[in-house]
């Protein structure tokens, strides 16, 4: 990853307002940054008299859908669909317009884990099997290199206990691992062969083609006693065009991988090649239309069964790169995994055990502990589902939350399933049947998480009208919060020597109600003041009768009177200058006649 230049900088170069904003929006686009690649999209598309490439349409839609602006997205596929109505992404969008639906509640359910214990805060990415180990691609080794700013990737394994957990961390091999970057790991059933990405690199120098880029290639070795021999690249490599991420049959005939090639239909499409009895290879064959689109397919996997699983940015999903797989034994189009395993973001590089049961994928969704982690993953055994319909809303507004994603979590904390809530903030998710508790926990933006805890499902094939409350950020209190400047109140003010509330108070005391019924955690301390004119005696008893005011109207809303208290202070706590004997404005004195709402337990 390349990087990204600053608008100024470009603006400097000479470069008009139009191909900034086309090489900011591409450049965070092909760097997975898809909300700032909207900005900048956005910018060059509100601008009508602009000619764009079509594909601009395309990039800005799926920059949108993996920011969860659903609707928008689909807007803009249509208008991609009349300029480019032959386009496979096109017409695969327009097919299927209930494709969200399909993919937010699929047929099959899985439960994914993130694999804390081997995830770094860097990129770890492209799992595979190699003898009860789980080899990997990272790019933890930032103190290693000291010959580039960018981390380069190598190859680490993790042992894999009979639960499948993950354990102790190595190096891969000193041989495989180079200043180039290697990834992508795939190897023969009996350990001895191992395909894998490469840059083109050889005699400790990278290769580049015209253009200074150094191209992906596909490497192979054989084991040479403890150790890994030599590297060799494939002879279906070349300088001008990349060839990665091998995956090789179970019986080692066969091998599939992605390339750019000329010839192919997309961005990068899914190649098999066939390994003759002698090691040579067979002239590589495209998968053709019913897996390749004009997007990107990557990361191929074939599992023992010949169902080949892919990641794609072409087929309809959730935003930025979805796995899909396909069964090659039948005749059939490729089907989205769907939620939980895919996102809003990027989701590739899966593989599975033989079972088709258990496996592992690659993910750049938020709350992750780097830029790419390793998902662990199992097809739920449940014959049993549940649907759950609601809707999500702001807890103070009540306004329903759009994009809000929702997830359900089992007892353990396990996710059984992610969506996304609609422009009306309605949701459906389907979940296992559950025999312990479990909770649904919405997220957006600007708020903090909301919780809804669940009884069991075992008997309940739907449950309608489950609310999800979110509270904005800016109004979650702590200790000794004052809610005057939480909830942005109009300050409370009392006439000179009255403690009467004056009914264009009642707004303002009703919105405190409205916050403490809907938090009944929280307790509240009224405290009341007065100016410095009067008595200071005075001063206290009318403060207490002010505070003692106010008590009573909150409770007479139906606030537990256990949950507030009040206090008179008088003058003690004046805000200004304006102490006994010195001359202030009326306003200014009006400044201490107030009343507080301090928060003494939540």
């Not at 065009?241 to 239909?265: E, I, N, Q, R, W």
């Not at 066939?274 to 397919?297: C, H, Q």
């Not at 258990?358 to 014959?383: E, M, P, T």
């Not at 508790?437 to 903090?448: A, D, I, R, T």
């Amino acid at each position: 990853m390349q990087d990204i230049e600053s608008y100024p900088s470009l603006l400097e170069k000479g470069y008009d307002e139009t191909t900034i904003h086309k090489k900011l929006g591409n450049a965070n686009y092909h760097s997975a940054n898809y909300d700032v690649a909207t900005f900048w999209y956005e910018k060059l598309l509100e601008n009508d008299e602009v000619a764009v490439s079509p594909d601009y349409l395309y990039r800005y839609a799926l920059a949108l859908k993996s920011i969860k602006r659903y609707d928008e997205s689909n807007l803009w596929m249509e208008k991609f669909k009349k300029i480019k109505n032959n386009d496979t992404r096109a017409n695969l969008f327009t097919n299927n317009p209930d494709y969200l639906k399909e993919i937010q509640i699929p047929k099959e359910q899985y439960i994914i884990e993130n694999l804390s214990d081997i995830n770094s805060p860097e990129s770890d990415f492209a799992p595979s099997y190699l003898a009860g180990n789980l080899v990997f691609t990272t790019s933890r080794d930032l103190d290693l290199q000291k010959y580039s700013k960018l981390p380069y990737l190598n190859l680490y394994q993790s042992e894999i206990s009979e639960e499948g957990k993950t354990g102790k961390l190595s190096l891969l091999s000193e041989i495989l691992n180079s200043k180039a970057n290697e990834s992508s790991t795939s190897f023969s059933k009996d350990g001895e062969t191992v395909y894998f990405t490469r840059n083109n690199f050889s005699k400790k120098s990278f290769k580049r083609d015209k253009n200074g880029i150094s191209r992906l290639k596909i490497y192979r070795a054989f084991k040479n006693g403890d150790s890994w021999g030599e590297p060799e690249d494939l002879p279906f490599n070349d300088t001008n065009y990349s060839v990665a991420h091998p995956s090789l049959s179970s019986d080692g005939t066969k091998l599939y991988f992605a390339s750019d090639m000329p010839g192919g239909k997309g961005a990068s499409d899914i190649y098999v090649v066939t390994v003759l009895s002698d090691g040579t290879f067979g002239e590589p064959v495209n998968m053709g239309a019913l897996i390749n689109t004009e997007g990107k397919e990557t990361f191929p996997f074939i599992s023992s069964s010949n169902i080949l699983y892919f990641a794609s940015n072409g087929h309809p999903g959730l935003g930025g790169l979805d796995i899909f797989k396909i069964d090659l034994n039948k005749e059939n189009k490729p089907t989205n995994l769907g939620s939980p395993i895919n996102s809003s973001e990027d989701d590739f590089s899966l593989v599975m055990d033989a079972s088709d049961e258990i496996g592992y994928f690659a993910s750049n969704r938020k709350g992750g502990k780097g830029s790419d982690d390793i998902y662990g993953l199992k097809r739920s055994d449940s014959d049993c589902f549940t649907f759950i319909e609601g809707n999500a809303y702001d807890k103070d507004s009540e306004k329903p939350l759009a994009e809000t994603i929702v997830e359900a979590l089992d007892y353990d904390g396990q996710k059984l399933a992610e969506t996304v809530t609609a422009s009306d903030g309605s949701y459906t998710i389907r979940i296992p049947c559950q025999e312990k508790q479990y909770q649904l926990s919405g997220k957006k933006e600007g708020y903090e998480v909301g919780t809804l805890f669940m009884l069991t499902t075992s008997d309940k094939k739907q449950i309608k009208d489950t609310r999800l409350e979110l509270e904005q950020s800016t109004k979650v209190v702590d200790v000794g919060s004052d809610l005057v400047k939480v909830l942005k109140l109009t300050p409370i003010y009392f006439d000179l020597n009255s403690s009467y509330i004056n009914k264009s108070a009642y707004p303002e005391l009703n919105k405190v109600v409205d916050y403490m019924s809907k938090r009944p955690d929280i307790k509240i301390a009224v405290g009341s003041h007065t100016d410095s004119r009067e008595g200071d005696q005075y001063n206290v008893w009318l403060s207490r009768r002010r505070a003692m005011r106010t008590v009573q109207y909150i409770t007479s809303k139906g606030i537990d009177p256990s949950r507030i208290s009040g206090k008179g202070y008088g003058e003690t706590q004046l805000l200004n200058r304006c102490a006994n004997g010195v001359r202030c404005s009326e306003s200014e004195h009006q400044l201490n006649r107030r009343s507080e709402f301090i928060v003494i337990e939540k």
